[in-house]
């Protein structure tokens, strides 16, 4: 899935820089690496990055392709995110397994077992399907699939809707599970590309990619997510919007089981006129990103939104169910 993300970006680029030669080189990162943990476990917060940024940093690549939801909120100083591609459609899925298929999450028999490595679906998911049971489940899409098929453990897995129609699976989704269900990741569906933020001549290249309504959503969803400071050991969880010039954006956190939570849904105008503002403020970023051809104010109001529904969701008590799941999923 890594490299069919990174060769549609570099489609993208080829298509605008007909001229310019692109070398891709794979590499593994410590969230590929460890299998058997799961993933809000390994307590590491830049599990699928920390590698390629030490690349980027020795300059011996000059951009990485992310799944923008494995980004931290905060990057290392010196990187941005250059670009935020059209965002995929971010909801989750469920792929059966091939007994149950036609079937959905309700129709499932008694104690039928889910496969997930996310607290954020679980929690979800366990509240609104109580007679499911959970488990993890890690590996590549490849080896969740084939965990699926080949043996009698999941009823079935939960998966990004995006990752499956990437790779060209897209019927095997036999359910997407929509806002009422399960609340997507902060920047589900979006691939984002990083570069050095000193790197003028990259960062003008690759930011032809950003799609202006995506980036507007994602910075709303980043800012909720880092003012919450939640990560992938807390169960937070959006929903965003944009219509007519309004930028809407629901947001939630989760106890562990699910039993507990807290929702709001916030809007704010984001129809700006784009001003050229040159010098100095041309290299602002909102939560990581660096994007000059989206209005200014527009990328604010977009920050304020998700700082303001935060504040909300914290006001009436966030930070308790949040240090709570944290403590339970340490022990």
Known sequence: LARIQTDSVVMMLHELYPDLRFEIVAMSTTGDK????????????????????SALERNEVDLVVHSLKDLPTSLPPGFTIGAVCKRENPLDAVVFHPKNCGKSLSLLPEKSVIGTSSLRRAAQLKKKFPHL??????????????????????????LAAAGLKRMGWENRI?????????????????????????DQEILNMVSALHDADTVLCCIAERAFMKRLEGGCSVPVAVNTLLKDGQLYLTGAVYSLDGSDSLKETMQTSVSYPHQNEDGPNDDVQHVGITAKNVPGQ??????????????????????????????????
């Open 34 to 53: 460890i299998l058997d943990t799961a993933l809000s476990k390994i307590g590491e917060k830049s599990l699928f990055t920390k590698e390629l940024e």
């Open 298 to 331: 527009a990328q604010e109001a977009a920050e304020n939104l998700g700082v303001e529904l935060a504040s909300l969701l914290l006001s009436k008590g966030a930070k308790h169910i949040l240090s709570v799941a944290r403590q339970l999923n340490d022990a």
């Open 133 to 158: 049971e959970f488990r993890d489940i890690r590996g590549n899409l490849n080896t969740r699939l084939k965990k699926l098929d080949e043996k009698e453990d999941f009823s079935a897995v939960i």
């Open 174 to 198: 036999g359910q997407l599970l929509g806002p009422e269900d399960c609340l997507y990741a902060v920047g589900q569906g979006a691939l984002a590309v990083e570069v050095r933020a000193k």
